[in-house]
């Protein structure tokens, strides 16, 4: 019985080639972007439409949580379901700011958001005292959702939980999650969410210049996130977790405690999620309880194993494939869309178990073998 061989190669950060490709993908996003939106008028053949923009940037959202997915999962061995929680607790985070922005602009002009004025509330619940404050707000988006991954993590791998318990524990915390955000009285909008956001910061964020400075730091922190990972696997830290992920008895028997190293990888990815929340949230424009749901936590597995686990890049190759086929399939077959997504998903698991870099590394060895 053959094993799936999940380890990196070792050595440096990145090599040149590695490194020329981190540099193309930062201009891209810094400087080529931006022209073809805003310098290149439209009508022509390579103006880029805001349209593309915001997808693009939404898709970048998503990547990051499914690099977020590879390190616990490809890489620790830890399959978690429940990640939609982190990200929407994240865009929370974001649209109570956002929220808080609107000011007197909304439908019933009043300094209370218009969903409260519509429930009759007096005043600002206990939570929302500090919303106005964007310091506050993203120290909330990171805060909130680590605490709870870390306190979530700490009772779970404690007592040894793993494997499907471990993934179904994750689903059912999400969809408690869920139904808590869906009550009117906790103050998040129920089922509506929050929407109809008019500034970040001072400035309208229907502005395409403000649409692509979000867009540019989507696609810097995603950047920023691949190269932390990169470092990450290929530290004494990283080799730790595959280890673990392969065998975490033997790393017990070692010295090492599993449960710390664990811990911290878990509280880090949930970490990540939330970020990758609070950035989707301005450019997409809502956020509401159905980013809780049981299907956004799996599909962020279905990005990492359609892409390639325990590469990095697969999983943000795949986020980008199942969603850009997501973004085609519900224009033009929208009634096909899900079984396209479960055959792919069966295709992947059956054929390509190391997906779309797998797919790669097998052309080019087989072009090794002929050139030799």
């Known amino acids: 019985m053959t094993s799936l061989n999940l380890t990196p190669r070792r050595g440096l950060l990145l090599g040149p080639k590695g490194w020329a490709a981190v540099m193309a993908a930062a201009v891209t996003v810094t400087v080529l972007a931006p022209l073809l939106n805003l310098v290149v008028p439209e009508g022509h053949a390579f ?147 929050f929407t109809d956001f008019k500034r970040i910061l001072g400035v309208p964020i229907a502005l395409p210049e403000t649409r692509m400075v979000l867009f540019v730091l989507t696609g810097l922190t995603l950047i920023g996130f691949y190269l932390m990972a990169r470092w990450i696997v290929h530290s004494k830290f990283g080799r730790v977790l595959q280890a673990i992920r392969d065998a975490e008895s033997r790393v017990m028997f070692t010295g090492y405690d599993p449960l710390a190293y664990k811990l911290a990888i878990w509280t880090l990815s949930a970490v990540m999620c939330a970020v990758a929340g609070a950035l989707y949230v301005p450019q997409v424009g809502i956020i509401n309880p159905g980013e809780m749901s049981a299907a956004a936590s799996i599909e962020i597995a279905i990005w990492a194993a359609v892409g390639g686990r325990a590469t990095l890049i697969g999983p943000i190759l795949g986020a980008f494939f199942v969603n850009g086929a997501k973004s085609w399939f519900t224009q033009v077959f929208p009634e096909f869309w899900l079984y396209f997504l479960g055959a792919l998903f069966i295709a992947v698991t059956l054929f390509l178990p190391q997906g779309i870099v797998g797919l790669f590394d097998k052309f080019s060895s087989k072009k090794k073998e002929t050139r030799a």
């Open 47 to 193: 103006h880029l439409s805001d349209y593309a923009v915001a997808l693009i940037g939404k898709i970048m959202c998503y990547a990051i949580c499914a690099l977020a997915m590879d390190l616990i999962w490809g890489y620790t061995g830890i399959l978690s379901l429940g990640h939609g929680l982190f990200f929407a607790l994240g865009g929370y985070g974001m649209g109570m700011y956002l929220m808080r922005q609107i000011g007197r602009d909304g439908n019933y002009k009043s300094d209370l958001p218009d969903f409260m004025v519509f429930l009759d509330w007096k005043a600002l619940p206990w939570h929302w005292t500090f919303s106005d404050s964007f310091l506050f707000q993203m120290a909330m988006v990171v805060l909130v959702p680590g605490l709870l991954a870390l306190v979530f993590g700490f009772f779970a791998f404690r007592s040894r939980i793993k494997g499907v318990y471990f993934s179904i524990i994750t689903q059912a915390m999400t969809f408690a999650a869920m139904l808590l955000f869906f009550r009117n009285e906790t103050g998040f909008g129920g089922n509506n969410g």
